[in-house]
T-cell receptor
């Protein structure tokens, strides 16, 4: 089965440290999404890309978060500096080529704890 | 403001006790209403997509329906293995993004 791979699965860090999360989308998918999930807010869209170009990152705190796709097989989400309120599960999802909304396949998530 | 709202937040059923989950949405430029299942410690897993009012989709004990403002996920004679959080999401035509509701946590006791 094709799958979206995320690393690390778990990360514990201290406030102020840089955190990088990585995602390998499904081969052939051309859209990539970053979501954050917390008990209070549920699943929030942070940023997404089509054909490696950023389409919308309005959900991200711009001063500390950045998202990139260095190539078609890798998407990254960086937080610098991290804060305790960033503690959450971060999901990457990818979608197939096509117009309009598509079925997204999610990774298993990266659980981040900032102390 | 575009919004997806699910109810109830949590639902406890006995095995075999049928029920329904609700998803109401207010979204401009809607392109599809999606249902996902999420098990603890895992990412959401796709169940159904509905595009038109009146459309229905079925999979085992689950049936999803769609009206102009709501979608329902009907669970018939549930089993303990149906216990999970069920997420509803509205799809946008532009960019393909999904916005999610808060989810309904379903627990089915034997």
């Amino acid at each position: 089965d094709a799958r979206v791979t995320q690393t690390p699965r778990h990360k514990v860090t201290e406030m102020g440290q840089e955190v990088t999360m990585r995602c390998q989308p499904i081969l052939g998918h051309n859209t990539v999404f970053w979501y954050r999930q917390t008990m209070m807010q549920g699943l929030e869209l942070l940023a997404y890309f089509r054909n490696r170009a950023p389409l919308d990152d309005s959900g991200m705190p711009k001063d500390r978060f950045s998202a990139e796709m260095p190539d078609a097989t890798l998407a990254t989400l960086k937080i610098q500096p991290s804060e305790p309120r960033d503690s959450a599960v971060y999901f990457c999802a990818s979608g197939p080529r096509g117009t309009g909304a598509n079925v997204l396949t999610f990774g298993a998530g990266s659980r981040l704890t900032v102390l | 403001e575009d919004q997806v709202t699910q109810s109830p937040e949590a639902l406890r059923l006995q095995e075999g006790e049928s029920s329904s989950l609700n998803c109401s949405y207010t979204v401009s430029g809607l392109r599809g209403l999606f249902w996902y299942r999420q098990d603890p410690g895992k990412g959401p897993e796709f169940l159904f997509t509905l595009y038109s009012a009146g459309e229905e989709k079925e999979k085992e004990r689950l049936k999803a329906t769609l009206t102009k403002k709501e979608s329902f996920l009907h669970i018939t004679a549930p089993k303990p293995e149906d216990s999970a959080t069920y997420l509803c999401a509205a799809g946008y035509n532009q960019g393909g993004k999904l916005i999610f509701g808060q989810g309904t946590e379903l627990s089915v006791k034997p």
